[in-house]
């Protein structure tokens, strides 16, 4: 199968402050050993104050083109497309505040909400523009503050969350690898979606659009996150082992020619199922959720990132990406690093 199209750096940018296991403890009846045991996760980070969702996305970018060797600077930019359950407000898009910030206020820029998705399905938007478009450079951003949308007394939703923003630059694989650091080719793409799931994982916009909030009307619990984590669990593990299994078996890659395996990062126990169901052994399964907790959209840019500064990711060796999140969506992607 020809390649799809090319996969341009990765800027990540998470903010400073650390919230761990043990600052939970102090405001929520949860333990280190409990969040540790069902889910891996030891920390994550909380966006500060007054930082909104494009800031984060444009430290993110800053990071991506302050790279010398990316040899695309955002000046080069067609188009931007943002995945985001978090936006800075409903309009302007997150996406239009990005590009005034990054000083490229006339590039064609929109949001989209696949959730914990919405980096495999920002992939295959963005694969479709450099279709279209061949001399498109795509600017795909992921980016939450998820921990303004927890309700911190809820014990089984507030400690999974983390803030982040990751950024690539898509473009034709025609278009010629440059010198940056890390460069991958798209082999092969698939996304899925049941709505049936859909009660399952919930956060409101503020009333909703049949009955809207009111001046004056008091927040409720529909505002914030809430979950139904038994069933998430079972359907994540479910989605992302099938879409895996055969992205791999229609691709014939084998597990043994496959170096890394790297899921959403949700929950060690989820993602140690998801290889264990597809035989891949612990060492080529990648997991960071300890750091970072569920950054949704955003964990698998951060996850990428950390497994190329680890060499995990290495020239001429195939990664698997899979992800599942609200909706329910899915999806998995086959990667050639370059
Ligand atoms: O991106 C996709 C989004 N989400 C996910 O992937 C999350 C999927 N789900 C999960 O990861 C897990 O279901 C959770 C980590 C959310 C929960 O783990 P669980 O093993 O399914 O626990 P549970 O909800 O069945 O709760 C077991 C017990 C309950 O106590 P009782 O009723 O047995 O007395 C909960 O009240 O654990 C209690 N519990 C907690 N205890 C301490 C729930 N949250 C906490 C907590 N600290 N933070």
Redesign the pocket.
Known sequence: MSPLCRLNGIGIYVPDKILSNHDLEKI????DE??TV??GIKRRRKAAPGQNTSDLALMACRNLFSNARLGIAPNDITHIIFASITPDSICPSTACNLSAKLGIPHVPALDFNA??SGFLYGLMLANGLVAAQPDAKVLLVAADILTSRVNWED??????FGDGAGATVVTNHAAGRGEQDFSATLEDLSVGADSQGGPC?TAGIGGNTSAPYKLGDRVTENFFIQ?D??E??KH?VRNMSAASAGMLERNNVTIDSLECLIP?Q??A??LEAVAKKLNIPDDKLFINVQEYG?T?AVSLLIAMHDAYAQKRLSKGNKTLLTT???GFTWGSALLAIE
């Open positions: 929520i009846d949860t333990s409990w969040i069902r889910t959730a914990c014990r089984g939703t507030c400690v999974l994982l979950m984590g038994r998430v669990f994540a959403h949700a929950n126990r989820i569920n949704s599942f999140g609200a």
